[in-house]
């Protein structure tokens, strides 16, 4: 006979199962290759550009095409996954994060290397916010703030390490295995996330009603700011017309989003 105390834990509102766990920390795992990805490429950029071919600012750009994807899709995740479920919104999200991974690993030149690296942070960046989404809907009130402090790792620990990592791969490997690195782990979150995270109805009715003007100006806002912010140091700030042109865009769109958002 089953024991009266093990039905009562687990019928308590606070009771977690261990798929449950294990679908939250697949996620969180997927966190950590996102934030992981951003940093480890800085320490290997001199080998990537000589085996491409690239200058030294070109180089500076597999970084940055990898952060503008990413914010640009941070904030349309809660919205996406609501359109397409959790689960299935994770699963194709990070499988196609492990595909550009290798994609990159395999560029030929530095056109396809910007292009895969962007690719590859359009669909990491939604790891990121996904693990907290997750972690909220899964967890009861007791037990997130042991998913937040899971969040809070992968948020500190994983770009302390980044540059570390990815010079000790390329120095006793290759700079290919900064991104080969992705594919076990990538693997294991595709697993976690099938077995612990409950499988919810898609809602495409609410494509319809997106508001595409908004996400527009948002998305091309969002692209020139960043690249401003990253690009401005090395190119002298507002002494070049290539930063004033973009800082402009930037001012322009995300006015004109925040008006849409507002009215």
């Not at 996102?34 to 070109?58: C, K, M, P, R």
């Not at 990070?94 to 030149?109: P, R, T």
Request: proline fraction near 5%; include cysteine.
């Amino acid at each position: 006979m089953a024991n009266p105390s093990v039905i009562a834990n687990q019928n308590s509102p606070d009771y977690v199962s261990f798929r449950t766990w294990v679908g939250v920390a697949a996620s969180m795992l997927g966190a950590f290759m996102a934030v992981l990805d951003i940093q480890i490429t800085n320490s290997s950029l001199q080998d990537i550009q000589a085996a491409l071919g690239a200058t030294l600012e070109e180089g500076y750009w597999i970084s940055t095409a990898y952060l503008v994807a990413e914010i640009v899709v941070i904030p349309l995740t809660g919205w996406l996954s609501q359109v397409f479920s959790v689960r299935r919104y994770i699963l194709v999200n990070a499988a196609l994060f492990i595909f550009f991974s290798v994609c990159c690993a395999s560029a030929w030149d530095l056109s396809s290397m910007i292009t895969f690296r962007a690719l590859q942070g359009a669909t990491g960046g939604i790891l990121i916010p996904m693990a907290f989404t997750n972690m909220l809907i899964s967890l009861p009130p007791s037990k997130q703030p042991i998913g937040m402090a899971l969040f809070g790792i992968t948020a500190t620990f994983a770009p302390s390490i980044g540059p570390t990592l990815g010079g000790w791969l390329t120095n006793n490997l290759s700079w290919h295995y900064i991104f080969y690195l992705n594919v076990i782990p990538g693997l294991l979150l595709l697993a976690g996330i099938w077995y612990g995270v409950k499988q919810r109805p898609p809602k495409p009715e609410l494509l319809k009603q997106g508001d595409w003007w908004g996400i527009g100006s948002m998305a091309i806002g969002l692209a020139a700011l960043q690249i401003v912010l990253e690009e401005g140091t090395r190119k002298d700030w507002f002494n070049s017309f290539f930063i004033i042109s973009l800082g402009a865009i930037a001012v322009i769109c995300l006015s004109i989003f925040f008006w849409i958002e507002l009215t």
